[in-house]
């Protein structure tokens, strides 16, 4: 549980509205089980390296279906013997601020 | 109020544990007055372009101060005309899922 | 001269296809006369940081023209008194491998 | 060959330098065999997505083994039969500036 990623991943072939094509993201996201906080800007999920990467290709297949063109961001931090860092790590900064 | 960025900026020279360094760029994004959603992957700000780039201007010149070697990350969504997403770009894919 | 970034834009409402718009930054990234390195994936620029902040800015603006949606990412690497990075960082590595 | 990446990977726990830790990814890629492009921030791999994320995978892993915390910062870029973009997307841009 020491990993978390922000993933955000959007066709590029759909238009300007791309809010159904996240959905499909969120939900595998969702199904997966692991914590995960839906934001604006990306989905932070939090989990074993390869248990979230498992979710990154599962998000990457299902829009690959029907998407000629996908850009994907990603950014990932990760602690040695620090689980639980989705919501300690806001509550660490919040503390501070 | 058309652009939303996700920043995430912290220290490479002060060791494994950063959140003091956060915890200044938060509270300058919340001294801006701006519409924010701080996460475990980085701080959501919505606003005029400008704002919220003078907002990312204020973290780095905070940091430069006291360290040597800082990292930023930046992704921004702009659209035309549509004020308020910080929160209904979430609610918008919720109804989705 | 001591920031690099990465920057890559593009807009979302103009089809998969966007060489077109990405050449348009590009060129205002080339008429900035700061030292730059395009890429696949984005294109490299160093500077102060205001001067590196100023040739977004006109990216933006200049896409915010004739484009609805526009994607942004952009990292930052700052390092005290180290100019000429955007060749000495990949000489350093270069040397490593 | 459909997707690029850009990948940047680097410990946080280990000070300002960085570059010797680089390597060692930049190293996995090159033995990867496939085509990158290693620059001042990051590196641009392209392949098919599973061979491009099991190289991904490799320098996560390889860092895991000294280091306390990393951070990684990843963009991919995904066009359907368009084999050969680590060059022709720097070309087609190239031809309009």
Known sequence: MS?????????MDKGESVSSYVARAVNIIKESGLQY????MGTSIEGEWDEVMEVVNRCFEDLK?????????MNADYRKG???????KVTSVEKKI
Do not use: E, H
């Open 3 to 11: 990993v978390i990623i922000n993933l955000s991943i959007f066709p």
């Open 37 to 40: 906080n839906f934001g604006p």
């Open 65 to 73: 279906k029907d998407c000629n063109r996908i850009y994907l961001n």
């Open 82 to 88: 620090a689980p639980g860092r989705i919501k300690s």
